[in-house]
């Protein structure tokens, strides 16, 4: 006798007038990622774990593959999950977590769990997401198995010491992109586009983008990537405080100013239309008044900027916003300074306590 699957569907996060994507005032009491890990204060990635199990809930499970956010959360005989967790080798985040969903389908099917299907989900960073394990990932989208696969991005390989990884943007310092006489930007190549190849490569499946300067959103589209029934692909951007080098308290911020200034486009892929939806942020700033909050972008000399900015507007024309003239003339390197030399307004009060 096969038993049915029964799956659960998490309730969507109030969106007001687009107010509440930034705030939150009352996040689920539920922690299933609980105080008491070791990462370093105004970890990105950690924030991002907290919100997206937060989203999750109880009734979930949770793998891991090595990165920051598997040696920080794992001393021996100390965890801070409440749910129950896995670490997979860095390239195996996919096909393991593949695995865990097949599993509890054929164990309910055939009467041997007894419970619901669970929220099951994978965390892995850049490294392994968009490099190392970028193989096993795309295999389980692509047999879309009942899973949610996210991407916290730091933008670099940050526990075996900030190494350069597909995601490191342009000019991003790290320890194997140093600048210098020779290569002066420190990293010539764009980033992968990662989000992008899982969405076109995968049209089955629900690919999303969100940040953690949007808590609704972040909530939301994970809860959407759980209630998806098959593979569904989150890819976060989640500052690394130690690798980025930026004041503590502005992590969140980052999480805001990366898609004002047009660096990072928030999206989401909706399998069933075919068709991107792109949010359309209220304000539009130059690059340099997200690059020169960071140490890591502090040698970009003029022209380097000018070509990040270059790039932020033809993201803006992608997402189906108009490049304000003041944001098309500082294509020019000639309107910029050196970046260290370069003005920049100060954070907004958010009302956060900023
Ligand atoms: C096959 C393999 N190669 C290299 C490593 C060494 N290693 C451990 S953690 C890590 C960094 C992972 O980077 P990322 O996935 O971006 O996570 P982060 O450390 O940034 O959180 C590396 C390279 C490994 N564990 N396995
Ligand atoms: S090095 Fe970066 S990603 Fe790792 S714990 Fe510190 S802030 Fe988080
Ligand atoms: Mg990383």
Redesign the pocket.
């Known amino acids: 006798m096969t038993h049915d699957v029964v799956r659960q569907t998490l309730p969507l996060l109030e969106e007001q007038d687009g107010r509440d994507l930034y705030y939150l005032p009352d996040l689920p009491e539920e922690d299933p990622y609980a105080a008491g890990h070791r990462t370093c204060a105004g970890c990105g990635?950690a924030i991002q774990y907290r919100w997206v199990l937060k989203a999750a809930g109880q009734d979930t499970v949770v793998a891991g593959?090595?990165?920051?956010?598997?040696?920080a959360n794992s001393t021996y005989l100390c965890t801070p999950y409440t749910v129950p967790w896995a670490h997979t080798?860095?390239?195996s985040g996919g096909s393991f977590t593949s695995g865990v969903a097949a599993g509890y389908e054929a164990m309910i099917r055939k009467g041997r769990y007894p419970g619901r299907y669970p929220n099951i989900l994978v965390m892995?960073?850049?490294?392994?997401?968009s490099d190392?394990g970028i193989g096993s990932i795309s295999g389980a989208l692509y047999r879309n198995h009942d899973a949610l696969f996210v991407c916290?991005d730091?933008e670099?390989?940050?526990?075996?010491g900030i190494?350069t990884?597909p995601t490191t943007p342009y000019a991003g310092m790290t320890t194997f992109t140093p600048f210098g006489k020779a290569i002066p930007e420190g990293k010539k190549l764009p980033p992968k586009n990662l989000a992008k190849m899982m969405a076109e490569g995968h049209p089955h499946c629900y690919v999303a983008t969100t940040t953690v300067g949007y808590p609704v959103d972040l909530m939301n589209k994970t809860r959407k990537g759980l209630n998806h029934v098959g593979a569904a692909f989150l890819h976060c951007y989640t500052p690394?405080q130690k690798g980025w080098v930026y004041q503590t308290s502005m992590t969140v911020e980052l999480g805001r100013r990366v898609v004002e200034s047009g660096l990072w486009p928030v999206w989401e892929y909706d399998p069933h239309e075919r068709a991107y939806h792109y949010f359309h942020p209220p304000v539009q700033r130059p690059v340099a008044d997200y690059l020169a909050m960071q140490g890591r972008f502090g040698h970009m000399l003029p022209e380097h900027v000018a070509t990040m900015q270059a790039g932020a507007n033809r993201n803006w024309q992608a997402i189906g916003m108009e490049v304000p003239k003041a944001l098309r003339d500082l294509e020019d390197p000639a309107r910029h300074q050196r970046l260290a030399d370069e003005e920049y307004s100060m954070p907004l009060n958010r009302g956060v306590g900023a």
């Open positions: 990635p593959p090595t990165g920051c956010m598997y040696v080798p860095i390239a892995a960073g850049d490294g392994s997401a190392i916290y730091n670099c390989y940050a526990n075996t190494q990884s690394c």
